[in-house]
């Protein structure tokens, strides 16, 4: 994709930190340089004031990467690739049937309605809900760890969706402050939303993740 759009040796690529390696390794591969900017805290998606703050001489090109099921801010993203002459190119997310996200809708509007004691996803336009991303507010890693292990005691599947962000992995360390990408990945939470989770299935998720929220600090 970047060797196709002439990216190449001395270029930088602005990419996000929170998420999968292989956006930063594609830079890497094509002899360029992966540079890392912040993402906005609602849809975890690279954030436009960040990238712009993060263009130099010699950046070229900006890797969007929607996220969980939720879009970028493509209008502003675009106004500043304009305004630096950036190439903005997007990866999306594999398109699940038209059915299947309405049933996701559906399950995350019933988990948006009872969950307490963690920060429920912002839906927003078209939220797909590739995953049902929370927050689990608390003083950082150890709170949200200490959560996914309680509830997994008591049946409900769930996931840590960023272990590390990508600048502060081997390879790829960068003295560079990304508040809003590192309190991400200490504090989210993937629960289930599958069309497939029965009635009692989101009421165990509700109850095993309620029965925790006088253990934490408020949402909000």
Known sequence: MLRAAGVGVGDEVIVPAFGNVEVAEAATQVGASAVFADIDPMTYCLDAGAVEAAVTP??????????????????????????????????????????????????AAYLDGRLSGVCTPDGGDGHTYQQYVVRVPGNGRPDRDAFARAIRAKGVECRVPVKTPVHRLPGFRRDVHLPETERAADE?????????????????????????????????
């Not at 996220?67 to 305004?83: C, I, K, P």
């Not at 630096?84 to 990866?91: I, K, S």
């Not at 009635?199 to 929220?213: D, F, H, T, W, Y």
Request: aromatic share 4%.
């Open 58 to 107: 010699r950046s070229t090109a900006v890797v969007v990467v929607h996220r969980f099921g939720r879009s970028a801010d493509m209008a502003r993203l675009r106004e500043v690739g304009q305004r630096h002459g950036l190439l903005v190119l997007e990866l999306g997310e594999s398109e699940a049937p038209f059915d299947e996200i309405a049933q996701r809708r559906e399950r």
């Open 188 to 220: 989210t939470l993937a629960l289930p939303v599958d069309a497939s989770l029965t009635k009692r299935e989101m009421q165990r998720i509700v109850s095993a993740c309620n029965a925790l929220g006088g253990l934490l600090q408020p949402a909000f």
